[in-house]
């Protein structure tokens, strides 16, 4: 059992940066793969960054890539995103997952066990 939680979202201007943490509880954090989503109102939970368990495999969705780092802490049970150039479109509720992804589903919400309780990132423009 994975116990997650968000935490480092807020509001902040366009252009600007956000780190996101979450935190995981359980001393089986090191062997997930861990993604980031997020959910905008109105659409779908979109995939936005995986790393695997050894940080030896990285991923980021187009929409994202060359803005946002995805890292992990294993010693701290900790995983990050590092958000910059912040846009509006970038608005959603973010989510950490904890899963066993092949890397051809990666972007499946089915492939994750657990999920956090969201934080709220809001870019004003």
């Known amino acids: 059992q994975v116990q997650l939680v968000e935490s480092g979202g807020g509001l902040v201007q366009a252009g600007g940066s956000l780190r996101l943490s979450c935190a995981a509880s359980g001393r089986t954090f090191s062997r997930y793969d861990m993604g980031w989503f997020r959910q905008a109102p109105g659409k779908e939970r979109e995939y936005v960054a995986v790393i695997g368990a050894r940080s030896g495999n990285i991923y980021y969705s187009e929409s994202v890539k060359g803005r946002f780092t995805i890292s992990r802490d294993n010693a701290k049970n900790t995983v990050y995103l590092q958000m910059d150039s912040l846009k509006p479109e970038d608005t959603a509720v973010y989510y950490c997952?904890?899963?066993?992804?092949?890397?051809?589903?990666?972007?499946?919400?089915?492939?994750?066990?657990?999920w956090g309780q969201g934080t709220q990132v809001t870019v004003s423009s």
């Open positions: 997952a904890a899963g066993y992804p092949s890397p051809a589903t990666i972007a499946q919400t089915y492939e994750y066990d657990y």
